[in-house]
């Protein structure tokens, strides 16, 4: 993308891309618009391994403390007028990436939630987002009610399809659409926000090509070689054993 758009793009947007700072360059142009959730996404990897290795014990505090904390951080941002690369940091999405955290710890734990709960889900998910939040008052309403109840119902729909594995989602048209999802978002803005392309939704078709170059020729090949080396490592990991293992029963003999 940026041998093709280099003209649009400066170094300090390349050098965000690269160290995953995209969500907080303001100025980014279109051809990186899409880099701002790949940043939070890898962020959020550095980050949460780090809290679990300190504070595995409270893992649950802290993320509940996360989700509060997000509607606060707005406020905060809507007070101050804040325009800069707060609004695309972190902590302005972590309640979401919390409550997929949180669902993944009680996920056991939930009973089977029923299609009627389910089709309300679905529509608070659909209906949500149209709220008018064009006041101080509403745009408080959608941070502190709305906002986590829209949190909560897509991660009860994302339950409740695991719960319920529905026959089209698992159709495999739809199941390999969801493998060569990554690589897909990350060809799409190239074709789907071009402003100089007027083509509607054709522009899917190579998108979808480039996905599927993209997945079978480099991200396939590096997962093989990933899975190659770690077994590499967990072989040289059991030979290490063996041997201190050999050499003590031999320390023992004499």
């Not at 997962?223 to 290490?240: N, Q, S, T």
Request: aromatic share 14%; glycine share 6%.
């Amino acid at each position: 993308m940026i041998v093709l758009y280099w003209h649009e793009v400066r170094w300090y947007h390349a050098a965000a891309a690269l160290f995953y700072v995209a969500n907080m360059d303001v100025t980014r142009p279109w051809v990186f618009g899409h880099l701002w959730s790949l940043s939070i996404e890898e962020q959020f990897y550095l980050l949460w391994p780090f809290a679990l290795k300190n504070w595995q014990s409270r893992k649950t505090a802290i993320l509940v403390c996360v989700s509060i904390v997000t509607p606060i951080f707005w406020t905060g941002l809507y007070g101050f007028r804040v325009h800069n690369g707060l609004v695309g940091s972190l902590p302005a999405f972590a309640d979401q990436l919390a409550i997929g955290c949180l669902l993944a710890i009680f996920a056991p734990r939930i009973p089977k939630i029923r299609g009627s709960l389910a089709l309300a889900m679905v529509l608070l998910t659909i209906f949500i987002p149209w709220f008018p939040a064009s006041s101080p008052s509403r745009s408080l309403f959608m941070l502190f009610v709305l906002g986590p109840l829209l949190n909560l119902s897509i991660a009860g729909l994302v339950l409740h399809v695991i719960q319920v594995p529905y026959r089209a989602l698992n159709w495999a048209p739809v199941a390999w659409l969801g493998k060569i999802s990554y690589s897909l978002y990350l060809w799409q803005e190239l074709f789907c926000s071009n402003a100089a392309l007027h083509q509607g939704y054709v522009l899917v078709l190579p998108a979808l090509a480039c996905a599927c170059l993209s997945y079978y020729l480099v991200e396939q090949p590096m997962l093989r070689l990933r899975e190659k080396r770690g077994r590499a490592r967990r072989g040289d990991r059991r030979a290490g054993v063996l041997d201190a293992q050999g050499a003590a029963l031999d320390t023992s003999k004499t």
